[in-house]
T-cell receptor
């Protein structure tokens, strides 16, 4: 079992550009959540996907959008990048029903210059 | 909104000694879960221990144990017989059954040989 995998591991983008981050959940999991972790901070919830729909959303602007595919993998898209979007982006997968643990990927380090 | 506070930005401990990391949280709910996650330099969040609020007994996982004080809304982590591999960022987190994780800002633990 490969666990949760994220790609790419590192990314450098210019202000104003758009970026797509990818996440494959742990085998058997149906729910994917995305978190933003700024340097020296704890992760902040962006949104959660289940059955290809955004189920919950944190306090992030519409520039942040996502998608979940039928195989449960997910993408996080960020438009019109700002310097403040520089952070570690973590993906976590879980089962929606039942009291299960969330498993995290190793994250994508995004640097906006 | 629920908040999680970790008042110790950094802690250090001698190898083989015991250290306690503090966490307090704010919630008006009675049913919830509390977690301690470890984030080593590899960046992947690893679940260390979890506590269900309805359980009075403190959770224990090998060298890791918690002191859960529900009335005081306190959830500290004790690491016994500290090892060099325990050095990492430690995050306290809260969630209800159907909500995303809310993290504290973390405590950086150093282990001195």
């Amino acid at each position: 079992d490969a666990g949760v995998t994220q790609s790419p591991t590192h990314l450098i983008k210019t202000r104003g550009q758009q970026v797509t981050l990818r996440c494959s959940p742990k085998s058997g999991h149906d729910t994917v959540s995305w978190y933003q972790q700024a340097l020296g901070q704890g992760p902040q919830f962006i949104f959660q996907y289940y059955e290809e729909e955004e189920r919950q959303r944190g306090n992030f602007p519409d520039r942040f959008s996502g998608h979940q595919f039928p195989n449960y993998s997910s993408e996080l898209n960020v438009n019109a990048l700002l310097l403040g979007d520089s952070a570690l982006y973590l993906c976590a997968s879980s089962l929606l029903t039942g009291d299960t643990e969330a498993f995290f990927g190793q994250g994508t380090r995004l640097t906006v210059v | 909104a629920q908040t999680v506070t970790q008042s110790q930005p950094e802690m250090s401990v001698q190898e083989a000694e015991t250290v306690t990391l503090s966490c307090t949280y704010d919630t008006s709910e009675s049913d919830y879960y509390l977690f301690w996650y470890k984030q080593p330099p590899s960046r992947q969040m690893i679940l260390v221990i979890r506590q269900e609020a309805y359980k009075q007994q403190n959770a224990t996982e090998n060298r890791f144990s918690v002191n859960f004080q529900k009335a005081a809304k306190s959830f500290s982590l004790k690491i016994s017989d500290s090892q060099l591999g325990d050095a990492a960022m430690y995050f306290c987190a809260y969630r209800r059954l159907d909500t995303p994780l809310v993290f504290g800002k973390g405590t950086r633990l150093s282990v001195i040989a």
